[in-house]
Nanobody
């Protein structure tokens, strides 16, 4: 069964850095794209950074120049390096796998998956 497991969240002072990791595990034939989203209390989930199916990268406007997404396709892992963190970056960060194709119980499927989320708190 497929799981997306995130790690690397925590508490950091403004101006500091954190690196998030997300590893997809299970029987995985292919993943269309992976990325990071975040949701702050009382707000909608928003794009942080994501790879498109063609390999290009999209960043949310508020993180451009500060965050960098990278990936290791062999490990089905995506990373998010977050620098110059601000208190407004405080949120639960979620990993997303778009159209992940897997086999479970003899059934083949291609679906989107979300991780459980990791809390990032930036203190002022």
């Amino acid at each position: 069964q497929v799981q997306l497991v995130e790690s690397g969240g925590g508490l950091v002072q403004a101006g500091g850095s954190l690196r998030l990791s997300c590893a997809a595990s299970g029987i995985i034939f292919s993943i269309n794209a992976m990325g990071w989203y975040r949701q702050a209390p009382g707000k909608q989930r928003e794009l942080v950074a994501a790879f498109s199916s063609g390999g290009s990268i999209n960043y949310g406007d508020s993180v451009k120049g500060r965050f960098t997404i990278s990936r290791d396709n062999a490990k089905n892992t995506v990373y998010l390096q977050m620098n110059s963190l601000k208190p407004e970056d405080t949120a639960v960060y979620y990993c997303n796998a778009d159209r992940l194709c897997t086999s479970y119980g003899g059934s083949y499927s291609c679906l989107g998956y979300w991780g459980q989320g990791t809390q990032v708190t930036v203190a002022s």
